[in-house]
């Protein structure tokens, strides 16, 4: 409260030195603007006009001592003519005096009053304060607890910070749910890199086999050497798919995949690869069900890519004769669309919501035997998450799997 009162009447006088120095230009204007006028009027009766070439003077009496005696002494000079000034200079310091005690005695009263508005104004700022020291001292009670938590909080486990008290509730809800991103994240961090260091260890276990059984016989046995020679170049290849595809997530995952963004035919690039699967896969009946010509904007090879995946997973779950039908169409809204759909072995139901996690195989038969590795659907997702695009899927089990990806309407 001492410093609201030092504060208010700061700001009082403050006040009153602003009004009091108003007042004394107003006196002085009011002195100038009188001494004027007089001049003026005095000149037009005794010299009958205003001449401006005439010359002006005033003079008084230095012997004289007395305020008072000085003015009456005062002559105002125009040509020829002399003008007393003291009668008039008497009463104009009068009317001013008088001015200036009512002046004074108001402003020493209206001090009172603006110091105590000042004061009200203040006021609520004053508890504000108050109040503010209050909670802020409670409140470091409050986050020693809390910051007690989460030094005593074990990052890896499931524990969640709790303090029970009501006010730190949100805090601690806002915590937690970080504590469980990140623990997610973590978890599918490890995740990853132990599947992928399984991933690679697989063919390189299968390289180095071949390669020390044709150091003891490969050298006499044809036979031995023509399979190491394929199954080391097999096992190269899948090894070297991996680790293009574990470089295309990471570069996707910093930001640093480039994009050759191209205005491009959706349908011709279906059509492409229909054609394609046609050539190289006799075991499937393929069929392309193109009526639009729809164009978009995007990275061509990207989303072929992304295609490609989806084509060749329905290839690999789809027993030999089974049929894959590849689309392309508009949505409701406009949106371009393309489908790839299987007659395959399908997926659970709860299997759906996991396919687009890294190396996650949805049924014993997805495995690497079938030259997956886990990624391609990741990596589809990626590419169309690039697009602003998005999946529906749709499979049941023995029947088959439909992958649907709508893009952004850019054309």
């Not at 001013?96 to 110091?115: D, E, H, K, N, R």
């Not at 486990?157 to 991103?181: A, C, P, V, W, Y």
Request: hydrophobic content about 40%.
């Amino acid at each position: 409260m001492n410093d609201s009162r030092s504060i208010a009447g700061r700001i009082a006088a403050n006040k009153q030195i602003e009004r009091l120095f108003v007042w004394l230009l107003c006196d002085l204007l009011i002195f100038v603007f009188s001494v004027m006028s007089w001049c003026i009027a005095s000149e037009s009766i005794s010299v009958g006009g205003i001449y401006p070439s005439m010359s002006r003077s005033v003079t008084f009496d230095e012997t004289l001592s007395g305020t008072w005696e000085m003015m009456g002494s005062i002559v105002y000079h125009v040509g020829v003519h002399s003008i007393p000034m003291g009668d008039f200079l008497q009463r104009l310091l009068n009317l001013i005096s008088i001015m200036g005690v009512i002046q004074t005695v108001t402003w020493i009263l209206s001090f009172i009053p603006a110091y105590y508005n000042a004061k009200k104004i203040l006021s609520p700022y004053n508890r504000l304060a108050i109040t503010a020291g209050k909670i802020a001292e409670a409140k470091n009670t409050q986050f020693d607890d809390i910051e007690s938590a989460i030094e005593h909080l074990d990052p890896l486990s499931d524990i969640h910070i709790s303090t029970g008290n009501r006010d730190l509730k949100s805090i601690e809800d806002s915590i937690n749910l970080l504590l469980d991103r990140m623990r997610e994240s973590y978890a599918s961090q490890a995740r990853f890199v132990s599947d992928a260091s399984h991933e690679l260890r697989t063919p390189i276990a299968v390289i180095k086999g071949y390669a020390d059984m044709l150091a003891r016989w490969g050298k006499e046995d044809e036979s031995v050497l023509d399979e190491g020679i394929t199954a080391i170049r097999k096992e190269s290849e899948n090894m070297n798919k991996l680790v293009e595809q574990l470089l295309f997530i990471s570069r996707s995952d910093n930001g640093r995949q480039p994009m050759n963004v191209t205005e491009f035919s959706l349908s011709d690039m279906m059509r492409e690869i229909y054609n394609e699967q046609v050539m190289i896969d006799k075991e499937h009946e393929y069929q392309c069900d193109i009526k639009d010509e729809i164009s978009i904007s995007g990275d061509l090879s990207m989303l072929k890519e992304a295609a490609r995946i989806l084509v060749d997973n329905a290839g690999k779950y789809t027993p030999s004769g089974g049929k894959i039908s590849l689309r392309v169409m508009r949505g409701e809204k406009g949106e371009p669309q393309f489908e790839v759909a299987d007659t395959g072995i399908g997926m659970d139901a709860e299997d759906i919501p996991h396919i687009f996690e890294r190396f996650y195989r949805s049924d014993p038969a997805r495995n690497r035997e079938s030259g997956g590795t886990g990624l391609g659907l990741s990596i589809a997702k990626l590419i169309v998450d690039r697009h602003e695009g998005y999946f529906k899927v749709s499979s049941f089990k023995d029947i088959g799997t439909k992958f649907t990806v709508v893009l952004k309407q850019t054309v």
